[in-house]
C-alpha cells in the first residue's frame, strides 16, 4: 500500500470530534510548533541550557540537535517565555471577555468530592498543597501558551491530524495522531495537571472481509489510565457513534482524552505509593465480605482505596471539527517511521518541569514514552488495545473449525489412552486377586494396590477431560452454526471496566453533602488538633468516637446510614462475641465439649431405637 492509498484510507474513516465549550486548544501541525520552539536539555545537577533558540529549530534539524549532543540530561522542546506585565494584561483582558461568554453556557460539575471518602478527601487535599511546592508549570505558562497559539492561527494554520497506516497480524491499524499546543485541565477546568503539548490518539481496525475488500471492525480511544480490552469497542457496538463512517470523539476538555459518549467522567487517579494500602484493603473487605456472605463485587468494579477525583468534561457542546462538523480538516500529515522528527527526537515536547509525579511534565512525540522507550501503541498497536487475542471476522469461521479439529484430535487421543490404562489396571486387579490369600505376597499385593488407585485416579482425569472436551466442541458447534448463520460475536464480553459519564442525579449532588463533603477533612483535622491540645491522655477514646461519628454523618447524607448501622452491629456484636470467648474460654470449651457429648449420644440411641424397630 503506497502513501497515497495509505492517506485515502485515513480520509476515508477520519474521526470527528467534538469538543467541550470552553475549550481553547485544537489539534494542530505538530510541525509548525517545532518551528515555533527553542530546543533545551537539563543535565543532572546543572541548569537548563539552551540548545537551540527558535529561529534555528525546524522538523528536518531537531533530530540532529539530539545526534549531536551526547550527554545524559532530558531533552525538551520550549514554546512559551514568560509574559511582560502589558502581555498579562492584554490576556487577562481577552481572557474575561471569553469568560463572560463561555460562564453562560458552562459550569463546573457538582459533588466531586462527595463521591469518595474520607481518606480520598485527604489525599486530594494534600496533592492540592503538592502543587505549591512541587516542580510544575509556572503560573502564566496557560496565558503565554493562548497568546502563541493564538499568533499561530493567525498565519493560517488548519486543525489538523497526523495519520499513520500499520499493517500487524491480519489487520489494517489507522492511527489518527492529534497534537494539542497545550493541556489545560487543571488551570482552566479544575483538573490534575497542566502541561505544555499533548499527544492523543485514536485507532481504527480494519480488515478483509469474505470480498477481499477492508472493512472496519474495532475502534480504540486513547482515555488517561486505560488500557487493552478497556479502550476499544466493536465497530458496530451502540456506543460508537458514527456518521456515515466517521466515529465520533468527545474530547475531554483542557485533558483532550477521548470518549465515545458524551457527558462527564469521574477520573480517579491512584498514586502508586499508596497502591498496597489499596489492595490491603480490599483484601480485608472480601475476608469481611466472606464472612457476612455478602456478594463479592468484581475487582474491576472496586474504586480505588485512595483515589484522587477529577471530572473530565466531555460534553461534547462545542466546536466539531472533521466531516459534517462546524471545520474541517486539513489534509492528513502522513508519519511513520521514515519522518526523521518522529524516529530521531526522543525528547519532551514541551516544558520539562521535573515534577516528581510527571503530571506536569510535557509528554513525548508520538513514537516515545517520556524515559525514550518505544510506545507499544506504536510498535504494537494490536496488543495495545488487546486484539492481539482477536481474530479479524472473515478469519473467525475458519479458526473456529481449526479449533474443533484440534479437539476432535486430542478427544481421539484421550479415549485411546483410557482404553489403554483400562486394560493395564484390569491386569493389575487380575494379579491382586490371585495373590490376595497368599501370606507371604502381601507386600507385593500393597504395592499393585496403590498401582490400582493411581491409575484408576489417572483415568477419572482423563474421563473428566474428556467430557470438557465434548462441551467445549458442543458450544463450537453452536459458535459456527451462529456465524453460518450472519451472526456476530458479543460486542461487549471483553470490558472488564468501562468508563461511562457519571450520573449527576445522584445523592452526592445535594448541596447538604456537597457541603459536608467540603468541610469534614478540615473539621476530622481540627478536631484532633484540639483534643491532642487539651486532653491528649484520652486521644484515642475520643478519636474513636469522633471517627465513628463521621461516619455515620457521612452515611447519612450519602443515604447509607441503615447499612452502615448494620454492618456497625454486628461488628460490635463480633467484638463482644470475642471479648466473652476472652474472658470465659475455658467453660467455652467445656461446654462444647458436653454439647457435643450428649449429641453423639442422643444420635447413636436414635440409630439404635430405628434398629429395633426394624
Known amino acids: 500500500m503506497d502513501e497515497q492509498q495509505q492517506r485515502d484510507l485515513l480520509q476515508r474513516y477520519e474521526p470527528i470530534i467534538r469538543f467541550t465549550h470552553g475549550e481553547e486548544f485544537y489539534p494542530m501541525n505538530a510541525e509548525a510548533y517545532i518551528r515555533a520552539c527553542s530546543l533545551w536539555i537539563k543535565r543532572p545537577g546543572e541548569p537548563p541550557q539552551e540548545l537551540a533558540p527558535a529561529s534555528q529549530v525546524t522538523p528536518e534539524t531537531l533530530a540532529t540537535f539530539t545526534e549531536d549532543n551526547k550527554n545524559s540530561g532530558v531533552y525538551y522542546l520550549k514554546f512559551t ?59 502564566d505558562a496557560a496565558a503565554a501558551a493562548s497568546l502563541g497559539y493564538h499568533t499561530l492561527l493567525a498565519q493560517g494554520h488548519q486543525h489538523v491530524y497526523h495519520g499513520r497506516v500499520v499493517e500487524e497480524s491480519g489487520w489494517t491499524v489507522l492511527q489518527y495522531w492529534f497534537f494539542y499546543l497545550y493541556n489545560n485541565w487543571r488551570s482552566r477546568f479544575s483538573g490534575a495537571n497542566d502541561h505544555e503539548a499533548d499527544w492523543e490518539m485514536i485507532s481504527i481496525y480494519l480488515a478483509p472481509d469474505s470480498a477481499g475488500e477492508l472493512r472496519p471492525e474495532w475502534v480504540a480511544y486513547a482515555s488517561h489510565d486505560y488500557a487493552g480490552d478497556d479502550l ?19 474530547a475531554g476538555a483542557g485533558s483532550h482524552a477521548a470518549y465515545f459518549r458524551a457527558g462527564e467522567y469521574l477520573t480517579k487517579i491512584e ?22 456472605r455478602e456478594p463479592d463485587a468484581p475487582t474491576e468494579d472496586a474504586e480505588p482505596v485512595l483515589a484522587i477525583p477529577f471530572v473530565d468534561y466531555a460534553r461534547g457542546d462545542g466546536l466539531a471539527i472533521g466531516p459534517g462538523g462546524d471545520e474541517p480538516w486539513a489534509p492528513p500529515m502522513h508519519i511513520d517511521e521514515t519522518v526523521g522528527w518522529v524516529r530521531g527526537y526522543r525528547g519532551l515536547w514541551g516544558l520539562y518541569t521535573q515534577d516528581p509525579f510527571a503530571g506536569e511534565d510535557a509528554p513525548a512525540g508520538p513514537m516515545f514514552n517520556r524515559d525514550g522507550t518505544v510506545r507499544r501503541a506504536w510498535y504494537d ?38 482404553a489403554e490404562k483400562t486394560a493395564g489396571l484390569r491386569g493389575l486387579d487380575v494379579q491382586a486377586t490371585a495373590i490376595r490369600p497368599q501370606a507371604h505376597l502381601r507386600a507385593l499385593y500393597t504395592q499393585i494396590r496403590s498401582e490400582i488407585m493411581q491409575q484408576s485416579a489417572a483415568i477419572s482425569d482423563l474421563q473428566a477431560e ?27 464480553v471483553h470490558i472488564q471496566r468501562a468508563h ?20 469534614s477533612v478540615t473539621v476530622l483535622l481540627v478536631a484532633f488538633v484540639l483534643l491532642f491540645a487539651f486532653n491528649p491522655r484520652f486521644l484515642p477514646v475520643w478519636l ?20 452502615v448501622v448494620g454492618s456497625f452491629a454486628t461488628a460490635l456484636a463480633i467484638a463482644a462475641a470475642l471479648v466473652l470467648l476472652y474472658e470465659f474460654f475455658w467453660w467455652v470449651v467445656g461446654g462444647a465439649i458436653l454439647a457435643l457429648a450428649f449429641y453423639i449420644l442422643w444420635d447413636n440411641l436414635r440409630e439404635l431405637t430405628r434398629s429395633w424397630r426394624a
Open 81 to 139: 517565555e514568560p509574559l511582560s506585565a502589558a502581555e498579562m494584561a492584554v490576556q487577562a483582558l481577552r481572557q474575561r471577555r471569553e469568560g463572560e461568554h463561555i460562564a453562560a453556557d458552562f459550569q463546573i460539575v457538582k459533588g466531586r468530592l462527595v463521591r469518595v471518602g474520607y481518606l480520598s478527601r485527604v489525599v486530594d487535599g494534600l496533592f492540592r498543597v503538592a502543587l505549591l511546592v512541587r516542580g510544575r508549570v509556572p503560573g
Open 232 to 250: 476499544r469497542r466493536h465497530w458496530r457496538d451502540p456506543e460508537v457513534e458514527k456518521v456515515d463512517d466517521h466515529p465520533v470523539i468527545y
Open 381 to 418: 498497536p494490536v496488543g495495545w488495545a488487546g486484539l492481539d487475542k482477536v481474530s479479524p471476522a472473515a478469519a473467525t469461521l475458519e479458526l473456529v473449525r481449526r479449533q474443533r479439529q484440534q479437539l476432535v484430535d486430542h478427544r481421539t487421543l484421550l479415549r485411546a489412552q483410557v
Open 544 to 563: 474513636v468516637a469522633i471517627l465513628a461519628l463521621f461516619i455515620f454523618i457521612e452515611a447519612s447524607v450519602r443515604g447509607t446510614f441503615t447499612r
Open 466 to 492: 474428556i467430557t470438557a472436551t465434548d462441551a467445549l466442541l458442543e458450544s463450537l458447534d453452536r459458535h459456527e452454526a451462529h456465524l453460518l448463520a450472519g451472526g456476530s460475536p458479543p460486542l461487549r
Open 500 to 519: 461511562t459519564p457519571a450520573a449527576l442525579d445522584r445523592v452526592g449532588s445535594r448541596q447538604v453533602a456537597e457541603l459536608w463533603a467540603a468541610i
Open 271 to 292: 498514586l502508586n505509593a499508596l497502591a498496597p494500602i489499596t489492595r490491603t484493603t480490599r483484601q480485608v473487605q472480601r475476608v469481611w465480605k466472606r464472612l457476612m
